[in-house]
C-alpha cells in the first residue's frame, strides 16, 4: 500500500490541473474536428492537423510542462 502511495504521489496534483481539466478536452474535440472534416481539400496529416490548432491556444512552454507532469504522475 505504501509503495502505490509512494508511486502516484503526483497524480493529485496532475488531475486537478485547470487546463487538464478544461482547456485540453476541447482543444482535442477540435483535433477531431479537424481531422474528420470533409471540406473537398487533402487532408493534412494528423500532427501538422494537431499543431494547427493548438498553435496560439497553449503555449508550447505549458504543453511541455503538464506533459512532464503527466509523465511524472503515471510513470515515475
Not at 58 to 69: A, F, I, K, M, N
Request: a positive charge; glycine letters at 6%; hydrophobic letters at 40%.
Amino acid at each position: 500500500m505504501l509503495q502505490d502511495l509512494k508511486k502516484f504521489r503526483h497524480a493529485p496534483t496532475f488531475v486537478n490541473n485547470e487546463r487538464l481539466q478544461n482547456m485540453y478536452p476541447e482543444l482535442l474535440c477540435q483535433v477531431a474536428e479537424n481531422i474528420f472534416r470533409s471540406n473537398g481539400k487533402p487532408r493534412h496529416k494528423i500532427g501538422r492537423v494537431m499543431f494547427d490548432t493548438l498553435r496560439g491556444k497553449v503555449p508550447l512552454r505549458t504543453l511541455l510542462r503538464d506533459g512532464w507532469q503527466a509523465a511524472r504522475a503515471l510513470f515515475f
